[in-house]
């Protein structure tokens, strides 16, 4: 019989796991909150490191709850749902300030994380279900096991509907799993699957829906139904112009999984853009962040993508929008020609998870003002940051945002100045 010991969660680390030491080493329990006392078993050690699960919660802590979510122990989707929203907002206002402390100085100036949502639907509005039998779900964490759950409070009420419809309809065997983007004006539903759409299959469309189908494994994507959707991104300019940013999001392209989030996310890198004529952005996905800087400010925007279907999406809203704005698709990862990009007013980063290491260790031979850097992943963030500040860069501002709401992941924008 597997040996269990008691211990003491001695903090919640980023991504959402307590923390237990013990005979020196670092045991990593999920669903726990700081001050918990638990009976535990030791599990496994999964990617290089050890981890337990509780066996029996001895005396909780002073901030536990319990979970909102009937499934939250099996899916582990949302790992701080045992604690209360006020406690979850200051763990992640702690994670991003232990990150950047060591280039935080009197003048930086420091937003702390505000609670962008009440207590029940969290506001998701991208989300991918797995399929078991008629039912949509999420997997469990480290396997394949679909978990189901009635209600998923970490979407918005909209998308968390359109499941429960989506589970009563007649959809084809093969679909093993379901996209959905919720925008301002629809839906983006997307069927994946190993095959090929049936012949003959027209799925029940409501007017703000516009359905796809897409064969794993293959980019494409194919339209569902006839005149295809134009579906959009509303982005308020406020107080820079009294007007709204009507971006085009297709089915391909990427979006903020907030909505609340990402105008908060816009307006921030607007005020911190504010006197810049040349903007560089680097991963600019769609034109998520650049875009509405060139409409607000009238800044000239030049931009770069990895994935073509989005520099074809921001180029398509520039011209449409007739915004000073052009991307090209370059693999940013690798040696690019760095001339269009030398300069700017400000240089945007927005990199993936794994960060903008390559373009931050050179930041030098681009020789920005200022540089607004966005990161999902804090410990990519840390070590961008120290290049920036060993190339000379200060820090002028920082501030997390909680675009993933009962998760154990926080975003966070920072602002540098040379």
């Given at each position: 019989?597997?040996?269990?010991?008691?211990?003491?969660?001695?903090?919640?680390?980023?991504?959402?796991?307590?923390?237990?030491?013990?005979?020196?080493?670092?045991?990593?329990?999920?669903?726990?909150?700081?001050?918990?006392?638990?009976?535990?078993?030791?599990?496994?050690?999964?990617?290089?490191?050890?981890?337990?699960?509780?066996?029996?919660?001895?005396a909780?802590?002073?901030?536990?709850?319990?979970?909102?979510?009937?499934?939250?122990?099996?899916?582990?989707?949302?790992?701080?749902?045992?604690?209360?929203?006020?406690?979850?907002?200051?763990?992640?206002?702690?994670w991003?300030?232990?990150?950047?402390?060591?280039?935080?100085?009197?003048?930086?100036v420091?937003?702390?994380?505000?609670?962008?949502?009440?207590?029940?639907?969290?506001?998701?509005?991208?989300?991918?279900?797995?399929?078991?039998?008629?039912?949509l779900?999420?997997?469990?964490?480290?396997?394949h096991?679909?978990?189901?759950?009635?209600?998923?409070?970490?979407?918005?009420?909209?998308?968390?509907?359109?499941?429960?419809?989506?589970?009563?309809?007649?959809l084809?065997?093969?679909?093993?799993?379901?996209?959905?983007?919720?925008l301002?004006?629809?839906?983006?539903?997307?069927?994946?699957?190993?095959?090929?759409?049936?012949?003959?299959?027209?799925?029940?469309?409501?007017?703000?829906?516009?359905?796809w189908?897409?064969?794993?494994?293959?980019?494409?994507?194919?339209?569902?139904?006839?005149?295809?959707?134009?579906?959009?991104?509303?982005?308020?300019?406020?107080?820079?112009?009294?007007?709204?940013?009507?971006?085009?999001?297709?089915?391909?392209?990427?979006?903020?999984?907030?909505q609340?989030?990402?105008?908060?996310?816009?307006s921030?890198v607007?005020?911190?853009?504010?006197?810049?004529?040349?903007?560089?952005?680097?991963?600019?996905?769609?034109?998520?962040?650049?875009?509405?800087?060139?409409?607000?400010?009238d800044?000239?925007?030049?931009?770069?993508?990895?994935?073509?279907?989005?520099?074809?999406?921001?180029n398509?809203?520039?011209?449409?929008?007739?915004?000073?704005?052009?991307?090209?698709?370059?693999?940013?990862?690798?040696t690019?020609?760095?001339?269009?990009?030398?300069?700017?007013?400000?240089?945007?980063?927005?990199?993936?998870?794994?960060?903008?290491k390559?373009?931050?260790?050179?930041?030098?031979?681009?020789?920005?003002?200022?540089?607004?850097?966005?990161?999902?992943?804090?410990?990519?963030?840390?070590?961008?940051?120290?290049?920036?500040?060993?190339?000379?860069?200060t820090?002028?501002?920082?501030?997390?945002?909680?675009?993933?709401?009962?998760?154990?992941?926080?975003?966070?924008?920072?602002?540098?100045?040379?």
């Open positions: 019989m597997p040996q269990t010991f008691r211990g003491h969660i001695e903090a919640v680390a980023y991504g959402g796991d307590g923390i237990i030491h013990h005979h020196g080493q670092t045991i990593f329990i999920p669903n726990t909150v700081a001050g918990d006392k638990a009976l535990y078993q030791v599990t496994d050690k999964k990617r290089g490191v050890w981890r337990a699960e509780v066996i029996k919660l001895l909780p802590a002073q901030d536990r709850i319990k979970p909102p979510c009937m499934v939250a122990n099996a899916c582990g989707g949302c790992s701080l749902q045992y604690m209360h929203l006020a406690a979850q907002t200051k763990l992640k206002t702690s991003v300030l232990d990150a950047f402390k060591p280039f935080i100085t009197k003048a930086t420091f937003a702390p994380l505000k609670q962008e949502h009440k207590p029940g639907f969290a506001g998701r509005r991208r989300v991918r279900w797995f399929r078991k039998g008629d039912k779900g999420f997997y469990q964490r480290f396997s096991h679909v978990v189901h759950s009635d209600t998923c409070i970490a979407l918005s009420k909209t998308l968390d509907t359109l499941r429960k419809e989506l589970e009563e309809m007649a084809p065997s093969t679909v093993a799993s379901i996209q959905a983007v919720e301002s004006n629809g839906i983006h539903i997307i069927l994946e699957s190993e095959h090929d759409c049936p012949d003959g299959f027209i799925p029940s469309i409501a007017k703000d829906q516009q359905w189908w897409r064969k794993r494994n293959s980019p494409a994507i194919q339209a569902l139904h006839k005149p295809v959707l134009t579906l959009f991104d509303n982005i308020n300019l406020h107080p820079f112009k009294h007007e709204t940013l009507n971006i085009q999001i297709g089915a391909n392209d990427f979006v903020q999984g907030h609340q989030g990402n105008q908060a996310l816009v921030q607007l005020e911190w853009c504010q006197g810049s004529k040349r903007v560089v952005d680097l991963f600019s996905g769609c034109g998520n962040l650049s875009l509405p800087v060139a409409a607000a400010l800044a000239r925007v030049v931009g770069a993508e990895l994935n073509p279907a989005s520099v074809k999406a921001a398509n809203n520039a011209k449409r929008l007739n915004l000073h704005a052009t991307y090209q698709t370059l693999d940013l990862f690798k690019f020609a760095i001339e269009p990009f030398v300069g700017a007013d400000t240089l945007i980063l927005d990199p993936p998870r794994k960060g903008a390559r373009i931050c260790q050179h930041i030098n031979q681009l020789f920005p003002k200022q540089i607004i850097m966005v990161n999902c992943n804090l410990a990519a963030a840390k070590r961008d940051a120290n290049a920036l500040a060993n190339a000379g860069f820090l002028k501002a920082l501030r997390p945002l909680d675009l993933f709401p009962y998760s154990g992941h926080v975003e966070t924008l920072s602002l540098w100045a040379s």
